[in-house]
């Protein structure tokens, strides 16, 4: 509505300079000397003329904006960089971050395997998968997880089999957390 309303207004306006610019009647009521007007006009536009060449002029102005316009230009070249600066620093720091959390689940992971002995192994090898289930359900988590890493699959499944499920996914969890490590007998 309110470009409705702006347009009518413009519409007005134009009616109203074109009334002043078309000739008028004198307030005596007689028509103006069309003749001498333009002459008078036309004089004028000659005159501004050959005072000031629109060439001139635009060269001086293009020649005294050129500096600022260039100014500006680097000024918002060096604001971007500045801007994508801030952002490569940003996705450093993420990755460095990311970096850290990767060698903290490695050095997590190697020590979980370190913690299970071959020898300690190579016993739960031999074991019932019962009697080890119940053993391995009295040791913490890491070290449980530790064990059923290095021993043969099909005795991991089996003693897994035999222990009580929350306790079990949760040391697979551990184990698949740890990577994937071959599995020694």
Request: aromatic content about 2%; proline content about 4%.
């Amino acid at each position: 509505m309110p470009t409705v309303r702006f347009l009518r207004n413009l519409a007005a306006a134009a009616a109203v300079a074109a009334a002043c610019a078309s000739p008028v009647f004198a307030q005596d009521g007689k028509q103006p000397d069309q003749g001498k007007a333009k002459a008078a006009e036309k004089a004028t536009v000659e005159k501004a003329a050959a005072e000031k060449s629109p060439d001139a002029d635009a060269a001086r102005y293009c020649a005294s904006v050129t500096p600022s316009i260039a100014e500006a230009r680097i000024a918002r070249q060096a604001k971007r960089l500045t801007e994508l600066d801030a952002q490569i620093q940003q996705r450093i720091a993420e990755l460095q971050k990311a970096e850290a959390s990767a060698r903290e689940w490695i050095a997590k992971r190697d020590e979980l395997m370190k913690a299970a002995r071959d020898d300690l192994v190579a016993i739960y090898a031999k074991m019932e998968p019962e009697s080890a289930a119940r053993q391995l359900s009295a040791l913490d988590d890491r070290t449980a997880a530790a064990i059923l890493g290095k021993l043969k699959p099909g005795v991991a499944g089996a003693i897994l089999g035999e222990m009580e499920t929350g306790r079990a996914s949760r040391l697979q969890s551990l184990i698949a957390g740890a990577g994937a490590e071959e599995k020694k007998s």
